[in-house]
């Protein structure tokens, strides 16, 4: 995993202090657990000494069909606005946002690429140097979900194996709702975990987030790095941990009468994705923190949820 260290620069607005890291979008759809969190980086929060993990600038990959709305999640998290009118990325573009993530200076340079076959040339040659590669399609066009694997194995192709953390991001949610949505949703999860990426359904018109998926109650048996599988469930006793390689263990799944809290941050599967570039800061190798894992906190440890002092 490749990282800069950037000057100091202005202070970050208030919306992007990140002091605790959001729950999962549901738990078959994540792939990150606190403990996961290195034990150097969870101390160096702990104790607000961040030398130790440095200042972060991370490159961040969003790919996908034309039309499926990366430029408007873009605009949503950059700007705060959303534009019904379509205008086609010509290559690439790019965009950067300045975070402080449990006390750490941290930015990310998010490049948003075309979708458009013609421009694919151009814009696979900024698929380089990524540490995040988020792979979005429209939850209204399940063509552009079967897509998505060629969207990800060109961007890996440019990039060192096991070197990026990989996010998979349905848009348009606001389009969509019932039964429709959920079968989405529990195909964009089984995926996911083929891809062993983090899923999310967003939507860049609303920015505003479901309420919890039931049908995304997918089970994972994940072992040692072997491809997951995956299929629906109700309960949660066919979870197997993993073998302790950290990043493999199944997720806590809760029942299906579990919900999702409400919103309280604008775009948590960013904060996610700041929470897994914080866990494997560069000074320490990636396979470092795969075992053995931290101790929770508590028995209840979710993903995402490295609490920070105030
Ligand atoms: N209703 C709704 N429309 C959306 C949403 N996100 C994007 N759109 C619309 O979808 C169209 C395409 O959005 P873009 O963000 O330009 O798509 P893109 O993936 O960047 O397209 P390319 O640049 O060609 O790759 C636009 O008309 C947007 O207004 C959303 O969350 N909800």
């Known amino acids: 995993?490749?990282?800069?260290?950037?000057?100091?620069?202005?202070?970050?607005?208030?919306?992007?202090?990140?002091?605790?890291?959001?729950?999962?979008?549901?738990?078959?759809?994540?792939?990150?657990?606190?403990?996961?969190?290195?034990?150097?980086v969870s101390a160096a929060c702990q104790h607000r000494n961040t030398g130790t993990v440095g200042l972060k600038l991370s490159k961040v990959v969003v790919v996908g069909d034309l039309y499926v709305g990366k430029t408007s999640l873009i605009h949503r998290f950059c700007k705060n606005v959303f534009d019904r009118d379509y205008k086609a990325t010509i290559g690439?573009?790019?965009?950067?946002?300045?975070?402080?993530v449990a006390g750490i200076p941290f930015s990310l340079q998010i490049w948003d690429t075309a979708g458009q076959e013609k421009f694919k040339c151009i814009a696979s040659a900024y698929y380089r140097g990524a540490q995040v590669i988020?792979?979005?399609?429209?939850?209204?066009?399940?063509?552009?979900?079967?897509?998505?694997?060629?969207?990800l194995e060109d961007a890996l192709r440019e990039n060192e194996p096991g070197a990026c953390f990989l996010f998979l991001v349905g848009t348009k949610k606001d389009l969509l709702s019932g039964a429709a949505c959920e079968q989405a949703e529990a195909e964009a999860v089984c995926l996911a975990n083929e891809m062993q990426a983090e899923y999310w359904s967003?939507?860049?018109?609303?920015a505003v987030w479901p309420p919890w998926p039931s049908s995304a109650q997918c089970c994972r048996t994940w072992s040692g790095g072997a491809v997951p599988s995956c299929r629906s469930a109700t309960g949660t006793s066919s979870v197997r941990a993993g073998d302790g390689l950290g990043w493999g263990e199944a997720c806590g799944l809760k029942s299906a009468s579990t919900t999702l809290r409400p919103k309280t941050q604008p775009f948590p599967w960013l904060v996610a994705l700041c929470s897994w570039l914080l866990a494997a800061p560069s000074p320490i190798p990636l396979t470092s923190s795969l075992q053995p894992p931290c101790p929770p906190a508590s028995s209840d440890a979710h993903p995402h949820q490295l609490q920070v002092p105030g």
């Open 134 to 151: 988020i792979t979005a399609f429209d939850l209204t066009d399940m063509q552009t979900l079967e897509h998505t694997r060629q969207w």
């Open 92 to 100: 690439v573009d790019f965009e950067m946002e300045r975070f402080e």
């Open 202 to 206: 967003v939507s860049a018109k609303t």
């Open 1 to 40: 995993m490749r990282s800069s260290v950037m000057p100091l620069g202005p202070t970050v607005s208030r919306d992007r202090v990140i002091t605790s890291f959001p729950k999962w979008y549901t738990p078959a759809a994540c792939l990150q657990l606190r403990e996961h969190f290195h034990g150097q």
